[in-house]
DNA sequence: CAATCTATGTCAGAATGCTGACATGAGTCA
DNA sequence: TGACTCATGTCAGCATTCTGACATAGATTG
């Protein structure tokens, strides 16, 4: 075909995106009977690993703007799985906090996410996917490094 | 941490994320100049290399709804860079075919698109090229198969 | 043959995420 | 110090995608 095309059948571009997508829908799979979205969970797994993150911390975190992220921490600050202070101890960034209703929230949502892992995983060796992260790694240094 | 959590810096699951992210969103740079999106390129992409193919196939080959390749295949229609037939040569699927502007629209885009492909996969020998191929599958196809 | 199932195109409404914009706080630098 | 740059939180409007629903065409099955 053309020389200059992107044949799909062969493209990493494309299976990366295939890939990624069947992620997606397998964890809203496992996460829709909770209750909570894809980026619901992501939000609440970065505030456990890294408590008093901001909300464009988070945002980055979840590969969405820090306007979408805002509006899923007011509501999930609402419904009391996380706290912010009133005021910024520094700057204008105010640090989020899980709370106790937050973590529980988490620990169902987050053993169904591992268990999607797991599957995901199934039939790869420790080396494969030691592999697959290094070129995984690879390709986000590569795009990232000549992206701007 | 916790034993059933999900160690975000090590999970393949997040790093496929951030991986489909930093593309889509190279993708988008490239693709914005040229008034293209990055489903109205697959659209058009998947038409040149499968002519012929029906709205719902266009969405399963995109990772979108039928609902949403609808709305895009009509504005495409619209403007003439896709035709299909008023009736049904058999069932209801109609057989969407690119038309000379369509084409023309797509060179460009298709050459864009391949340079940041490239670019993503320099640094990567052959070898690790078909390891990321192979491995991509091998996560599409356990996530498949359990799935239902 | 009739009933059922599956897949398709399409319409309508809702959810989600994004772009644009503004004010504010902190660091930089001349 | 004062101007500038940058990052942040937040509001408003818009775009895109999704879910739900319906009618229809073909295949399957009893």
Redesign the interface.
Known sequence: ??Q??????????Y?????????????E?VLRPLGMSVTHYSCL??L??RPGLSNSELAR?A?VTRQSMNVLLQALERDGYVTRPEQAPVGKALPAQLTPRGRRSL?KA??A??A??V??????TEA??A???R??????????D??A
């Not at 200059?4 to 571009?13: A, I, W």
């Not at 070129?135 to 990232?144: E, H, P, V």
């Open positions: 075909m053309s200059d095309g992107v044949d799909l059948g062969t493209s990493l571009g299976l990366l995106k295939e890939a990624s997508s069947v992620l997606r829908a397998a964890m799979e797994e970065l456990a690993q975190g590969f620990a987050s053993a996410v591992r999607v892992e599957r995901m995983l199934a039939g790869m494969e996917q592999g697959a992260f070129i995984l790694r690879s390709m986000i240094g590569s795009l990232r000549d992206g």
